[in-house]
């Protein structure tokens, strides 16, 4: 009873006065791809805003000597309720992806012989609201514009996909499952012919929204950039 009176009065002190009265030892940090493939760091004075799904590796980073009696929790908050976290991880290092619109507060707690608290500043992240959006033509022709038929740029927070490509008489030509990714305008290998095509996705967005979009699909291979008229 002592040890939980403990960590709740530190805890409420840590609320309202900061961490500056612990003896902390950490430097926490996340790490995750960015949308450019590249591996970019979050912490308590850089966090994240931007799309779902996000895979964030958290690190307590402790120095090179604290108390072998220390261990670590990772406790994560919806930021409407900074008191009650809907998830903790009892581990140095642990591995957490969004996949819900909201605004998130992650904080490491350092925790000795079970009395004493020590609570890190929290690691914001922020996921937007979902958008996605299917043009209705491309031209594969190899000139390394609008060569793929996929979603346009700015799609966010979309969490789960799927498209099919269908020809005029109902066959169905290609499938994908990633809103990065798309069609190349060919069928086994072979490229298909100009004309109408069509398209019915089904996508959930990290917002819950749901999205079911069907349109058609022109293809056109004679169309460059050079090949438009201007006055």
């Known amino acids: 009873m002592k040890s939980i009176f403990i960590k709740i009065?530190?805890?409420?002190?840590?609320?309202?006065?900061?961490?500056?009265g612990f003896a902390q030892s950490c430097n926490p940090y996340g790490t995750y791809i960015n949308s450019e493939g590249?591996?970019?760091?979050?912490?308590?004075?850089?966090?994240?805003?931007?799309?779902?799904?996000?895979?964030?590796?958290?690190?307590a980073n402790p120095v090179s000597h604290y108390d072998p009696n220390t261990h670590f929790e990772w406790?994560?908050?919806?930021?409407?309720?900074?008191?009650?976290?809907?998830?903790?991880?009892?581990?140095?290092?642990?591995?957490y992806t969004f996949t819900q619109a909201g605004s998130f507060r992650v904080c490491l707690y350092e925790i000795l012989d079970g009395d004493t608290?020590?609570?890190?500043?929290?690691?914001?992240?922020?996921?937007?609201?979902?958008e996605l959006v299917m043009p209705n033509a491309f031209s594969p022709n190899g000139d390394g514009i609008n060569d793929i038929y996929k979603a346009k740029n700015g799609h966010k927070s979309i969490i789960e996909f799927r498209a099919i490509?269908?020809?005029?008489?109902?066959?169905?030509?290609y499938e994908w499952t990633d809103?990065?990714?798309g069609w190349d305008g060919t069928y086994r290998g072979k490229k298909v012919a100009d004309g109408v095509y069509f398209v019915n996705v089904k996508a959930k967005g990290a917002d819950g929204r749901e999205f079911h979009i069907k349109r058609d699909?022109?293809?056109?291979?004679?169309?460059?950039?050079?090949?438009?008229?201007?006055?």
């Open 165 to 173: 490509i269908f020809n005029r008489w109902g066959q169905k030509i």
């Open 75 to 95: 406790h994560i908050f919806e930021q409407k309720n900074r008191h009650q976290a809907f998830l903790v991880r009892y581990e140095e290092n642990t591995e």
């Open 179 to 181: 809103p990065n990714e």
């Open 9 to 20: 009065s530190l805890y409420i002190v840590a609320i309202f006065f900061g961490t500056e």
């Open 38 to 59: 590249v591996t970019d760091t979050l912490n308590s004075s850089l966090g994240f805003s931007g799309s779902a799904p996000l895979t964030v590796n958290f690190v």
């Open 217 to 231: 699909v022109n293809l056109l291979r004679g169309f460059t950039e050079s090949s438009i008229q201007t006055p």
């Open 117 to 130: 608290v020590s609570i890190y500043d929290a690691i914001t992240v922020s996921i937007s609201e979902s």
